[in-house]
Every structure is written in structure tokens, then in C-alpha cells.
């Protein structure tokens, strides 16, 4: 009889586990933004928003882009030709990250990016954090 029990316990636990192994897990990418207005600003937005149209259906998205050096420009209220593609894509669960260190060098507030972003204390030391946390990164 006990051999019965603990027969059956292991089968609903090997089940158990083979059906959370299998459920899909949110991709965790972390892009990287340095450049000055150029190539990269215009092909930000459409990168990060094929990104998650193609996971979507596959476990979802984690998504982070942190900009610093003079990538840290495309978050400032004065900027605005991307304003409203980096607001969707805010709106939509991405992270866009500013840089303090960058934001000290080049002399910007808080106040003078736009209010859906966010500030890290370095760049360098979130795409690291993010890199240890298992997100994959784009450069």
C-alpha cells in the first residue's frame, strides 16, 4: 500500500514539474544605446518592437534599453522625433533606462528627460546587472 502511495506521489510530481518546465518563460533582452543621433535612434524603436511582436506569442518579453554616453540625448524632452515611439514602447512594459553617470557628464536633470524614463546609477553597470540576471544583449 505505501508503495502504491509513494508510486503515485512521485508520478503527480514528475507531471508536475514536466508541465512547469514547459511553460514559456518571458525572453529577457537588454539592448544597448550609445550612439549619437544617427542610425541607431532610427532604428531603435523598430528593432525593440519586432523583438516583441516575435516573442509574444512564445512566452512574452522582458525588455530593457539602457542609453548612456550620448545615447543618453534620445530621453531628453528637447529631442522630441522620437518621443512618441519611446513613449509606446514605455507604455508597453519597455524599460528605457538613463544613465546617471552620463546624465552628470553631459550635464542633464531628471527633470530634462522625458517622465517615462528611468534612471539607473550606470550604464555599464546595468547591462552587467542584467547580463548576470540571464538577459541577452544587444549592442
Not at 92 to 104: D, E, P, R, S, T
Request: charged share 20%; aromatic share 8%.
Amino acid at each position: 500500500m505505501k508503495k502504491t502511495i509513494l508510486s503515485i506521489g512521485a508520478l503527480a510530481l514528475m507531471l508536475t514539474i514536466a508541465a512547469v518546465s514547459q511553460t514559456p518563460k518571458p525572453h529577457k533582452v537588454v539592448f544597448q544605446l550609445t550612439e549619437p543621433e544617427g542610425g541607431a535612434w532610427e532604428v531603435l524603436p523598430a528593432h525593440v518592437t519586432n523583438l516583441r511582436e516575435a516573442f509574444a506569442k512564445n512566452g512574452g518579453s522582458e525588455v530593457e534599453v539602457v542609453f548612456f554616453g550620448l545615447g543618453l540625448n534620445m530621453l531628453r524632452k528637447t529631442d522630441t522625433k522620437y518621443a512618441a515611439q519611446l513613449k509606446e514602447l514605455s507604455d508597453a512594459g519597455v524599460k528605457l533606462a538613463a544613465c546617471q553617470n552620463a546624465m552628470k557628464f553631459l550635464n542633464v536633470k531628471s527633470e530634462d528627460l522625458f517622465p517615462f524614463a528611468v534612471e539607473v546609477d550606470s550604464g555599464v553597470a546595468e547591462l552587467t546587472r542584467k547580463q548576470e540576471a540571464g538577459f541577452a544583449y544587444i549592442h
